[in-house]
């Protein structure tokens, strides 16, 4: 576990304290910790550190803050990210090869990245080979290929930096070699074909048992397959030879092939017999030369098929390295589940910020070096993990640091702050002071957010960059009354900070997407108009978005974090 010293603590609320005039957050510096290798099971440790820190912090006035910044004195400690990866056994640089295999049911999910991220890293550390694979054999009732998922699996590699053999490889296109080979291991007397029905077949394995269809002679089992072709679905399938005596009931006699009538996206209906996956692999890895497997834990069987077959056939044998589940705290990825809400309509399209696919992430403002960066931190792994998803946000939030920070005023409540001067307020875009100003004319009314509006107190109050105020009375109804103080800012910690928008036409309607999925509505400053679509802003006290789309009437952004 980390252990994170006082002084970098003190610099990540220096750095925080400086983004919102003076005054730093306990969630967003604890949330900064994780880039230094806080676990989550450390954050109860942490908790009164960070809280002890940040009031030392927000005690100083902006000017010491800044003071103490550019002394250097306290700076963040550059973690490396990259915690290195194990040596793969046997490896020998230049001939490693490896593999990526996705299933186009649908897009690539952050998930199905890590997979993708550790093969391109193994490849790269042994300057080998790595193929992109599109598993598509045939899918199922519940797992159906779908014909956008292609181009949205290249895309999502292409955008993540992965560099693959210049041909994706598609199964589809392979099916004539596959039956080839099952024509061989039949003739041999390693597969038969089978007409039990699945219900027997699991009771004969269950009791290991052999079925009746094993017992054909070799040239019966090839005149049995090539019926297999215009046999009904579901009435025949090839089983591998196994023992029935194997201690793993899953590994008897396992199907390879099948009849499936389903239409394919590429193919048609060209084929209606289809290889397992196992199958199919066995047969690849080796036609490939694959070198090197990277599987999760749950394939052991297949590796145990693969492995079989290989024997055989007298293959050499790729080296298979497991890695365990990994999961994010409060996030459910299911490529499958995210193909039937989007098929249904639930979610707005493949890149729905709910499927956690790297379209949404990309839309939603993460920077794909942040992933990279998020998957190397985890590294391998044969246990399975789950880790916070702060790690993948603060990682992310060192590519966001210099992005312009414009005002979005939620659900806007208009308030008159009575005996407020005209003023003019010169609002920098960025902390730094180097990207500009702008300016904006105001009077005595003003809108600010329907949460802040709905818990305010008779106490003083800051519009950021403008001007102090305070509210006189609370009432149960509105209007409530406000005061205007001075225009200078105060060091008083009693003074809570509000963002803002002059009472104008001119402000921009505003939509913001979720992370959930939710729509946010409100109003941000003019000055939004001049983003592009895919430029990436924070909006004070809000959160970072990405301008996805304008539209006739007001700008949809989505939100990519705190």
């Known amino acids: 576990m980390a252990e994170i010293t006082k002084e970098v603590i003190r610099a990540y609320a220096l750095e925080n304290a400086l983004k919102h005039e003076g005054k730093s957050n306990e969630r967003a510096v604890l949330s900064g910790l994780f880039a230094e290798g806080l676990e989550k099971t450390q954050i109860k440790d942490y908790v009164d550190k960070v809280r002890e820190v940040v009031e030392e912090v927000n005690s100083l006035s902006l000017e010491r803050q800044k003071e103490e910044i550019l002394r250097g004195g306290h700076k963040i ?23 990526m295999p996705p299933f186009p049911s649908g897009p690539l999910h952050i998930g199905n990245a890590r997979t993708l991220i550790l093969n391109d890293e193994y490849v790269k ?3 080998g080979k790595l193929f992109l694979v599109m598993d598509d054999t045939i899918g199922s009732a519940e797992k159906q290929i779908e014909p956008e998922a292609y181009k949205l699996i290249e895309d999502g590699v292409k955008w993540l930096g992965v560099k693959y053999e210049k041909k994706i490889i598609y199964k589809s296109d392979r099916l004539k070699i596959f039956y080839d080979y099952a024509e061989e291991l039949l003739r041999k007397g390693y597969m038969y074909v089978c007409e039990c029905s699945p219900d027997k077949m699991r009771e004969l394995r269950a009791k290991g048992v052999e079925c009746s269809c094993r017992r054909f002679s070799p040239e019966q089992q090839v005149e049995r397959w090539k019926k297999m072709f215009n046999a009904p679905m579901g009435s025949m399938c090839v089983r591998l030879k196994t023992s029935m005596q194997d201690p793993d009931p899953a590994f008897r006699d396992r199907v390879m092939f099948k009849i499936s009538d389903n239409p394919h996206p590429r193919t048609k209906k060209k084929y209606r017999v289809y290889p397992s996956m196992d199958f199919s692999w066995a047969i690849d890895d080796h036609l490939l030369g694959v070198t090197h497997i990277l599987r999760g834990t749950d394939l052991v069987i297949e590796t ?4 079989h077959i290989w024997n055989i056939f007298g293959w050499e044998h790729p080296k298979v390295v497991y890695n365990g589940h990994f999961a994010i705290e409060g996030v459910k990825i299911s490529k499958s589940k995210g193909s039937k809400e989007v098929r ?4 707005i399209g493949w890149n729905d910020p709910r499927t956690w696919s790297l379209q949404s992430l990309k839309d939603r403002g993460i920077h794909p070096e942040a992933i990279r960066q998020f998957i ?17 946000y603060a990682l992310n939030r060192k590519f966001l640091e210099s992005v312009p920070r414009y005002f979005f005023v939620e659900e806007p409540e208009k308030i008159r702050i009575k005996g407020c001067p005209e003023l003019v307020a010169k609002i920098p875009l960025h902390p730094d002071g180097k990207k500009g100003y702008k300016v904006y004319n105001t009077k005595q009314e003003f809108f600010i957010s329907k949460p802040d509006y709905e818990v305010m107190q008779n106490r003083n109050y800051r519009l950021m960059h403008l001007l102090n105020f305070k509210s006189e009375q609370v009432l149960a109804i509105k209007p409530r009354e406000f005061s205007f103080i001075s225009e200078e800012p105060t060091n008083d910690l009693e003074t809570k900070f509000i963002h803002w928008l002059p009472a104008n036409a001119d402000n921009v309607k505003t939509e913001i997407r979720m992370s959930d999925g939710s729509v946010v509505n409100g109003l941000s400053e003019p000055e939004v108009r001049k983003l592009k679509v895919g430029d990436i802003i924070q909006f004070e006290r809000f959160g970072f978005v990405r301008l996805y789309k304008k ?12």
């Open 77 to 99: 400690s550059k973690r490396k990210v990259r915690e290195g990866l194990p040596e793969l056994e046997g490896a020998v640089e230049g001939k490693v090869v490896m593999r």
């Open 125 to 127: 550390m042994y300057k």
């Open 304 to 307: 145990r098929v693969e492995k």
């Open 344 to 347: 249904s309509g639930v979610y």
């Open 376 to 392: 190397l931190s985890i590294g391998l792994n044969k246990t399975n993990i789950k880790v916070p998803v702060e790690v993948l």
């Open 551 to 562: 539209k006739k009437d007001r700008l949809e952004l989505w939100f990519a974090h705190f």
